[in-house]
């Protein structure tokens, strides 16, 4: 595997249904550790990625602002050449919590504006102080690991995510993990249209009416885990560990001998040929320009279709899975 500093192709960009442009590859950020996040963001940015995929959640923004101060200061780039997307969590989707926490998650990366900012989940928590306890995760109290439901509906979190946009702290405004039905009421009292949907998609949750949907209204999509079960195996998934892997697929195996291409090319390139933005990560600098480069070939629609045929409905990141509330995929 070559881990030379030759020229990555120009990454495809999607635009957006606010007017801006965002990048079809990106490096996500979910499950960097924090000891080498600084250093994966900046090498991330120098063998090309213009879109960072962070969130509150992964606990890693002060590093990733890190990576991403260094790049700039080193002449990598300027901040404006850069995507960076961000969430909000659960427990600050009161309105009155919506603004504070954003221009913490700002402070954190040490930015002026998210080019991208999600609502991360459609599901309210009650609130954590975040000098008690940040990120909070799933749980109100570290010591009883009890799980609180908060009050906020959607409506009021999206209507005090709307603000952030015409203040200039989020350029567009987005949500993740939702389905149809929740994007069909949202866009019914949304006078900031959500510019991009972000949801599992793999060859194993295909999602193609969800999709379809969400393209339908002016949405671009990005898709999460796109190697399907790998991220969820070492996290102890039951679901995950009795998958076969995606990346040892014979399907998808022979198609990237086909192609002299590696099996996550294959992966990332049916996604993005088929206009869903993909987020993976590497810690591997040639694996990261490997994965970035996914215009440099193109699949034949047969293979395309053959891959989408691995379809299971199979869907690993679910609440109710881990936690045994929150069945918002049911």
Not at 223 to 246: C, D, H, N, W
Not at 274 to 294: F, H, Q, T, Y
């Amino acid at each position: 595997m070559s881990t030379t500093t030759t020229a990555t192709p120009p990454t495809p960009r999607v635009k957006l249904n606010s007017g801006h442009e965002m990048p079809l590859v990106g490096f996500g950020l979910w499950k960097v550790n924090n000891d080498t996040c600084a250093d994966q963001v900046y090498n991330a940015i120098k063998v090309g990625y213009r879109l960072l995929d962070g969130a509150a959640d992964y606990g890693n923004e002060v590093e990733a602002g890190q990576g991403l101060a260094r790049a700039i200061d080193e002449g990598l780039v300027k901040r404006e050449d850069m995507f960076i997307t961000s969430k909000l969590w659960n427990s600050f989707h009161d309105r009155d919590r919506v603004l504070p926490i954003c221009r913490k998650q700002l402070s954190d990366w040490g930015i002026d504006y998210f080019d991208l900012y999600h609502m991360h989940f459609p599901i309210s928590l009650a609130y954590v102080d975040p000098s008690e306890r940040y990120p909070p995760g799933f749980t109100y109290s570290a010591a009883s690991h009890d799980v609180r439901p908060g009050t906020a509906t959607i409506q009021e979190t999206w209507q005090a995510m709307e603000p952030l946009v015409s203040a200039g702290l989020a350029r567009s405004i987005g949500v993740s993990n939702f389905q149809g039905s929740l994007l069909l009421d949202l866009l019914r009292y949304a006078t900031v249209r959500p510019a991009v949907l972000q949801t599992e998609h793999h060859p194993y949750l295909v999602q193609r009416d969800l999709v379809a949907l969400a393209k339908s209204e002016g949405m671009a999509v990005t898709g999460y885990s796109s190697f399907g079960p790998q991220s969820f195996v070492e996290m102890g998934i039951r679901k995950a560990k009795e998958t076969p892997l995606l990346l040892e697929n014979e399907t998808v195996k022979g198609i990237a001998r086909r192609h002299g291409r590696s099996p996550a090319q294959v992966l990332l390139s049916w996604a993005v040929q088929r206009g869903v933005a993909v987020v993976p990560k590497s810690n591997d600098p040639g694996r990261l320009r490997e994965n970035l480069d996914v215009g440099g070939f193109e699949l034949e629609e047969g293979e395309l279709e053959k891959i989408s045929a691995l379809d299971r409905g199979l869907r690993f990141n679910d609440p109710f899975d881990y936690l045994g509330k929150f069945p918002i995929f049911a």
